[in-house]
């Protein structure tokens, strides 16, 4: 059989392109700030988040360290049989597809509402699947440096945009602290473990990586980075907006806005926008290989590179049908989508170890028997 | 040769769409076809229920001072516009101008007095939902006018009316405390913040008759409407209260913590009917909270550092240091007062949290607040506000001793 995808990342890269991978809904909408009552408390389910992912990052790894080499999709037809595995397979596929659906439909609306409401969405979002796909056609080793850079890039934007409102800044808007009650927090652990669900892609990462050995400690990093950045959000957020800190669409562009040092060091959202065009790019280009390797993987084809470019124009075209509005993609962010990929997510894993487990034991009986 | 003919035909069609997206993107603006508008006026219009606002938009061609020196044309251009919202009016705006007024540059959001009086709610949306205003512009409300009277006022030092305003904002600010500066982002926190009532910077018209004097003239005109940015207006809900005078602002302040400087004028020691002028360095203030037996009170510790600035009769610290302490006493006095004339008229007369008393009380207590929060209107005018104030006098200035004026009455 033809090797489909020859190249090798290194353990940093994978960290870099699962960091950007979180860190893309960041940049746009903020959802776990957006569907918090009390904004204070936002901080803190970050931590949570990141507490109850690194078990699931660690769980994917080492999952896919057990079979060398393969991806998810290969060896849940190992573990399930070609039949359920392959509906496995069909499941994370669609999971990947409904992302790369979000997403663009996500960066398309940031731009329209930010800086060119006349413009039609599917400008910004044509250029970007062709940009995404063009990028994911070169193999996971072109993504995957580009995402290194890029990922340096979002972390110098980033932490520049919580810094400079500095004067804007007042931290006791941060408190009382989880005045409100625990069940508060619900929705934005949800919001944020919807997201980290995506982290479901490791399985199809590990393989390529140049020391496999790595994977589970770049996991690792991978959730503390995003979840520091995440959290270092959320403060400056409310440290800077207060109470009002859930009324915004696009809360880190308005972060940005607030930016204005000595009257002539201002207007630097262009910053914020390149930080989500490039991330957004990247994520999509990582989201279309993983989906079309999937694809390759489960009807057994030859090559995957061919299945780039349609699989942008189908992305495109459902991203403009599948919400009606902002208001609907936002809703769908936070509740059916972010509680769709944590049920796909843990289940997936759930089904996978139970299979593993069952197929451990059998092996020992054969091996005791025989 | 087929394979190559279809080549061209891809390169074409490859180029159509470059070509088509060079010219510029969708939402271009040519910069000759914008009218920036610096600051926004919102008032009631004449016809009843509808909302007129104000700009006044800048002349790019009358701004330039070449070598030629400066053009005499007036650099902006003030003009109304109604509506029956905010959006609606400043939509209209278009059937006035003829470049398109954009609002990325305003600096002032201005609300009239009697706008204000009836509440700003219906009109503070549009400001935070359009892209084009940024939260960092100022928020002001006119004091006795109309703010389409606000909007424009000229300075003599600048030419533009909004960098005028905003230049006597920042120096009163940093300089004189004696207003306060009010950014849209700070606003709609205090609108939004329970325990928080909002206060804004206040803007007055200043009439300066022209000189019955013209000597000498050349050429010279004065401008005799100007402007004034003093005191501030204070806000309960979404409604004008009423005004606090230049005392009552820096009152605010100090318990705030936003002194920056000013000048406390306080009597010279041991001198009758002389007066010594403080200038105040920094300050911090601390507000604490505290609740026993259910009742709230709150203790307000301000600290002051100044400078000897002025005296009127001779004066040498030297020679007692009794007198150095006395001058500290009396300066940390003088910021009591003002404290608590920004209290009485804020529990008396208002009955409006603007010190964020009941937020300071929401974040130490956050579950005695949420009884306490419903009753705030009657708790606040009873609340016990205790004041400790610590001010210490740090130089004299270049001179130690003061100068002497000998009298030589004899010959």
């Not at chain 2, 200043?206 to 402007?227: A, F, N, Q, Y």
């Not at chain 2, 603007?354 to 005695?368: D, H, N």
């Amino acid at each position: 059989m033809t090797v489909l995808e020859g190249g090798k990342i290194s353990g940093r890269q994978f960290m870099a392109v699962l960091i950007v991978l979180r860190a893309v809904p960041l940049t746009l909408v903020f959802s776990l700030i957006s569907n918090a009552n009390h904004v204070q408390d936002v901080w803190i389910t970050v931590i949570i988040g990141a507490a109850v992912t690194i078990p699931f990052a660690v769980l994917v790894t080492k999952l896919s360290l057990k079979f060398p080499g393969k991806t998810i999709i290969e060896y849940s037809q190992i573990l399930l049989g070609p039949v359920i595995g392959r509906l496995l397979g069909l499941v994370i596929l669609w999971c990947f597809l409904c992302t790369s659906i979000d997403i663009t439909r996500g960066l398309g609306e940031a731009y329209v509402i930010a800086i060119m409401p006349e413009t039609p969405i599917y400008a910004f979002m044509i250029m970007l699947a062709i940009m995404s796909c063009y990028a994911a056609r070169s193999g996971l080793e072109v993504t995957c440096r580009l995402g290194e850079d890029v990922f340096y890039v979002l972390v110098f934007v980033l932490l520049l945009t919580y810094m400079l409102p500095y004067n804007a800044m007042r931290f006791e808007n941060l408190r009382p602290i989880l005045a409100w009650g625990v069940s508060n927090l619900v929705p934005p652990i949800v919001a944020n473990l919807g997201y980290y669900s995506q982290f479901l892609v490791i399985g199809m990462l590990v393989p390529y990586l140049n020391k496999p050995e790595d994977a589970t400690r770049y996991a690792i990093y991978a959730v503390l980075i995003s979840g520091v950045l995440m959290a270092l959000a959320a403060v400056a957020l409310v440290a800077v907006f207060g109470p009002t800190a859930n009324s915004w669409t696009l809360p880190l562009f308005s972060l940005s806005r607030m930016i204005s040092l000595g009257d002539f060091f201002e207007r630097i959202e262009a910053a914020v926008m390149a930080a989500w065009t490039l991330s957004t790019a990247i994520k999509l280009s990582l989201l279309f290989w993983a989906i079309s390797l999937t694809i390759a993987q489960l009807f057994n084809l030859k090559a995957f590179e061919h299945l780039m470019y349609p699989l942008g124009a189908i992305t495109v075209a459902l991203s403009l049908s599948f919400f009606e509005s902002m208001v609907d993609l936002e809703d769908f962010l936070a509740k059916a989508g972010a509680m769709s990929s944590i049920l796909v997510a843990g289940l997936t894993l759930a089904l996978l170890y139970a299979a593993l487990g069952v197929r451990t034991v059998i092996r020992r009986r054969k091996g005791g028997s025989g | 040769m087929r394979v190559r003919r279809y080549m061209r035909v891809w390169a074409f069609l490859a180029i159509v769409p470059v070509v088509l997206s060079v010219t510029g993107c969708w939402s271009r603006r040519e910069i000759e076809d914008i009218g920036f508008a610096l600051s926004i006026g919102v008032d009631h219009a004449a016809e009843e229920g509808e909302i007129m606002i104000t700009v006044h938009i800048a002349k790019p061609f009358a701004i330039s001072t070449g070598v030629t020196g400066a053009v005499d044309e007036k650099p902006f251009w003030q003009v109304s516009s109604t509506g029956h919202t905010v959006f609606e009016a400043w939509r209209n705006l278009r059937q006035q101008c003829p470049r398109r007024p954009l609002l990325h540059h305003s600096r002032f959001i201005v609300f009239g007095e009697e706008f204000a009086r009836g509440g700003i709610r219906e009109a503070i949306d549009f400001f935070s939902r359009e892209g084009e205003v940024r939260e960092t512009n100022t928020v002001v409300v006119a004091k006795g006018v109309k703010a389409s009277e606000v909007v424009w006022n000229e300075f003599e030092l600048e030419r533009m009316p909004a960098e005028g305003a905003l230049g006597i904002m920042k120096i009163a600010v940093q300089e004189l405390s004696t207003t306060v500066m009010v950014t849209l982002n700070d606003f709609l926190q205090m609108l939004e913040t329970e325990g928080h009532e909002a206060t804004t910077s206040r803007a007055e018209l200043v009439r300066r008759p022209p000189s019955e004097d013209p000597r000498g003239e050349l050429k010279r005109e004065t401008i005799s409407v100007s402007g004034r940015e003093t005191g501030a207006a204070a806000f309960k809900g979404d409604k004008l209260v009423g005004w606090l005078d230049k005392t009552q602002t820096r009152g605010l302040q100090w318990v705030k913590g936003k002194v920056r400087s000013g000048i406390i004028v306080i009597e010279q020691p041991e001198e009758e009917n002389k007066l010594a002028s403080i200038e105040i360095l920094r300050a911090d203030s601390t507000v604490t909270p505290k609740i026993s037996n259910g009742h709230p009170s709150i203790l307000i510790r301000v600290g002051a550092l100044g400078n000897l600035g002025e005296v009127q009769e001779y004066f040498d610290p030297m020679e007692s240091q009794e007198t150095w302490t006395s001058m500290e006493r009396r300066m940390a006095e003088v910021i009591r007062h003002e404290i608590e004339a920004a209290l009485d008229i804020a529990k008396l007369e208002f009955d409006s949290d603007i010190f964020g008393f009941g937020a300071e009380i929401c974040r130490k207590y956050p579950k005695e607040w949420t009884d306490l929060k419903d009753k705030w209107d009657e708790e606040f005018p009873k609340l016990d506000v205790e004041i400790e104030v610590e001010a210490s006098l740090r130089r004299s200035g270049l001179t130690r001793r003061s100068m002497r004026v000998v009298r030589n009455e004899g010959g």
